[in-house]
């Protein structure tokens, strides 16, 4: 269908528009031409994906003169290619009523591992950082120039043909999955890592990994050539702001520090190596060469002279990397960095005008400046009690302890890449743990607010053991994603889960122009959400630190789930509040003897933290649905499976939510971040843990709803829910399914709600909505409405 939002001409792929769908629609346009930036929640089914696409392609092919780029942000692989797919679904619709003009190139950009097609490569790799080193010993300039004088050093045919295509070596307009990517790659025999990295800039679309913009190790490399007037889109961003947290924060242990001084060893070594190739060549040429320069002349001593010449050369890369570093050249892009800090947009801007302090500059400097620091962390590790410091004090003890101040802090990052490349080393992989020092020096010598640095000497919830960490924590979310509010005209937050939507402007400290939060319009009552307070006993049950693990509530919450898997058909998703207590409830379960009964009925999976492990097993609890039998999946909230898993249809007809999953409130880490939001923010320290539980608690049980034709049960099992300042932390569209009768429930009345509305949902029912409230607008009827007004219609 095709119809105007104000001066706009939308194209929707579709015969019909959910009224939440056009809404949307109309709140993006506002913040397209405020230029500004949006929250805009969307419950989940409802298609908010093909509307935020199909707006903002509209609103760009409306203004051929000055066309939006997009940057759609992701958090998986599996949600870039959903998104890709359905971006050509809308974009072969387009060209069908526009024709050429409405040709595009979007691309999806992953790592070496999800785009590598090197049969060599990707056999012999692990994961990715292997894949990575693996990639760079074989595509490394001086590799190849080695290469050139001996063939039988491998290098890698795809990427020599993609550069021997050079300016040839371009994409067609399309849309272009990981998948089409590779296939296009093995066709033309051109490496589509490196394709896709060099057509970023000349896309219409591309869509990512959050980190490609937030992280600023890799933000400086495959974002800093977008232009201001793209559109970036974090979808599922209801953790951005944990996700800007992690980007900025460090963690390092005695196997760090251990693994950073084999690092040093190495470096030095090579270093050496090069400064005597340096020496020797020249000063046996100069005494050697006076003496016997016409003979070695005559016996084709040319040959050995150009050899000597080239491993003089070889030598000196150290002095020309002097050479550059005195001119100041690395801060203008100049040096061939492979991740580098200086380039990057999410530095202050008095970074970037700085030079390479002038100790560091030599390499074999460098190498002994890094010695100290490690050397000095070590001491640090050495501690029997719990210490904290602030950036600046522990800056300033560096200086006074090993004389680094902290301009040299600042640069080790960078220095340290420059280095590498210097040295020739590929093997990121290997050196990973100098990279993670160099890391931590430049946030603490950029960063004086906004962290703590938290040294402990054993884990706080296992304190018999030694395990002695040093954590660079940032608290400020806003550091790592004031870059991208400046630089780009429009940034849209969206999720299904963002409320209380009023908290994340404050968070991540912006000021939207757009902030909404959007109910599903439902032909039937498909969802059904229940707090449960009490078992059939009529005994409460919480996950409450001093309740959790009281027998009648592991009793009670084994009872409910037996119930449960009684009557309902197909799958059961079971959420606790972290892995110990899953493993500590189903322990319990086992036994008393109810796990037993459980699986009498259905079959249980269990999530844990291997990724093997939880995707077989998720691919067997599948198989069990499908086969008509149904299955149970125990998962934990934060987890993997409550972030990236969606049980629509069969595969989840009910969620139950074992708890509130709290944070760990003993956590130094999260007890220092809250004393931050209080005192920047004035974020109180109950309002953070509430909504930061709710929002995952949310996130769980949207797990079950996939579209507006399938439905679900959500069981909220904590006697907590019940109080009005809980549940109101809910999205709105649980909220407005949320009945009075159903927020008090025993496990017996739990069961005659949940066999009510399946006997209910087993009913045929009209889908287009019959009469009363619209939920399916055609073509006419947005014409109709006339003017971006929804009227009576919708409401």
Known sequence: MKFQIEDVTVYFPYDHIYPEQYSYMVELKRSLDAKGHCLLEMPTGTGKTIALLSLITSYSLSKPSNPVKLLYCTRTVHEMEKTLAELRFLHRYQLQHLGPSARILALGLSSRKNLCINPSVVSAAENRDSVDAACRKLTASWVRSLAVENPNIPTCSFFEDYEKAASNAVLPPGVYTLQDLRAFGKEKGWCPYFLARHMVQFANVVVYSYQYLLDPKVAGIISKEMQRESVVVFDEAHNIDNVCIEALSVSVRSQTLEGATRNLNKMSHEIERYALLFIVPFVFLQVVCLVFCSIIMILGGLDYMAHGRFKATDAGRLRAEYNRLVEGLAQRGNLPIA???????????????????????????????????????????QTENVEKEGPVTFVASINAQVGIDQKVLRFCYDRLHSLMMTLEITDTDEFLHIQTICDFATLVGTYTRGFSIIIEPFDERMPNIPDPVLQLSCHDASLAIKPVFERFQTVVITSGTLSPIDLYPRLLNFNPVVSRSFTMSLTRDCICPMVLTR???????????????????????????????????????????????????????????????????????????????????????????????????????????????????????????????????????????????????????????????????????????????????????????????????????ILSHLRDAHLNLSTDMAMHIAREFLRKMAQPYDKSGGSGKKTLLSQEDLEKMGNGSLGEMLF
């Open 535 to 733: 078992g059939s006993d009529q005994l409460p049950v919480s996950t409450k630190y001093d309740m959790r693990t009281d027998e009648g509530v592991e009793r009670n919450y084994g009872r409910l789930l037996l119930e449960m898997v009684s009557i309902v058909p197909d799958g059961i998703v079971c959420f606790f509040v972290s892995y110990s207590y899953m493993d500590g409830i189903v322990n319990s379960w086992n036994e008393k003897g109810i796990l037993k009964e459980i699986m009498q009925h259905k079959l249980v999976f269990i999530e844990t933290q291997d990724v093997v492990e939880t995707t077989l097993a998720l691919d067997n609890y599948r198989k069990a649905c499908d086969c008509g039998r149904g299955a149970v999946f125990f998962s934990v909230a934060r987890g993997k499976v409550a972030e990236g898993i969606d049980f629509d249809r069969h595969y989840g007809r009910l969620v139950i939510m074992f708890g509130v999953p709290f944070q760990y409130t003993l956590s130094r880490i999260l007890i220092a971040r809250l004393e931050y939001l209080r005192e920047t923010f004035q974020i109180k320290e109950g309002d953070f843990l509430t909504f930061d539980a709710l929002r995952q608690a949310a996130q769980c049980v949207g797990r079950v709803i996939r579209s507006k034709a399938d439905y679900g049960m959500m069981i909220f099992a904590d006697k907590r829910y019940s109080r009005h300042d809980k549940r109101s932390k809910l999205p709105g569209w």
């Open 339 to 381: 991740d580098t800090w200086l380039s990057n947009p999410a530095l202050p801007d008095d970074i970037l005008k700085e030079a390479v302090p002038g100790n560091i500059r030599r390499a074999e400097h460098f190498l002994s400046v890094l010695r100290r620091l490690v050397q000095y962390l070590k001491g640090r590790l």
